[in-house]
């Protein structure tokens, strides 16, 4: 599983997310995670059809394929949550 997570300097809520993402990150050291910024990252945030309601995550199968998407703010233990019943996809 792999989640690509999208934001931007001028999004409240990714500021709020930035910390938290970093704390999962680090409690779950094999969780691949890849940050694009919305103004810069123009590929990628065409590919996955990215609009201004930021932050997004993306969450991607073993495979590359989508299968969730969330958007706003998400608490630690619901992110946390949602890791471990998807980390074998």
Known sequence: MKVLKFGAV????????????KEIEEENPWLETQYYDFDNDKEAVNLYNIDKVLPIFVFLDKDGKE???????????KLIEIINENKNK
């Open 67 to 77: 299968f969730l998407r969330l958007n706003g703010e998400i608490k630690k233990d």
């Open 10 to 21: 001028w999004c409240p809520g990714c500021l709020v997310m930035k910390p938290r993402w």
